[in-house]
């Protein structure tokens, strides 16, 4: 059974950046392809970056390309999400999930295991 433990969130004002951590245990990072998720007050959960097992291949929302990047480090056994010039509409819940699979997905019922998650709150 695998852990994921988010970390990084707060708050921050418009323009400003943070960086996510997700500290993954019990198995190897290097098994599973990794996504980030969010959620809003009053919206669904929402996809936002995904990094399939080798690092090679990464895709993002519509809504934070060009400012979010997805990476990974096996060796540490965590993925990050460096978020820059954040918005007010990216104030949410943050999660990571994992999937035994090589390759990534945007939809979350592809993934099997989900951290608790941190919030995130981008102020003005």
């Known amino acids: 059974q695998v852990q994921l433990v988010e970390s990084g969130g707060g708050l921050v004002q418009v323009g400003g950046s943070l960086r996510l951590s997700c500290g993954v245990s019990?198995?190897?990072?290097?098994?599973?392809?990794m996504a980030w998720f969010r959620r809003a007050p009053e919206k669904g959960r929402e996809f936002v970056a995904a990094?399939?097992?080798?690092?090679?291949?990464?895709n993002y929302a519509d809504s934070v390309k060009g400012r979010f990047t997805i990476s990974r480090d096996n060796a540490k056994n965590t993925v990050y999400l460096q978020m820059n010039s954040l918005k007010l509409e990216d104030t949410a819940v943050y999660y990571c999930?994992?999937?035994?699979?090589?390759?990534?997905?945007?939809?979350?019922?592809?993934?099997?295991?989900w951290g608790q998650g941190t919030q995130v709150t981008v102020s003005s």
């Open positions: 019990g198995r190897t990072l290097s098994m599973y392809s």
């Open positions: 990094i399939d097992r080798s690092g090679a291949t990464t």
């Open positions: 999930a994992a999937r035994p699979r090589a390759y990534s997905d945007s939809q979350a019922r592809a993934y099997d295991y």
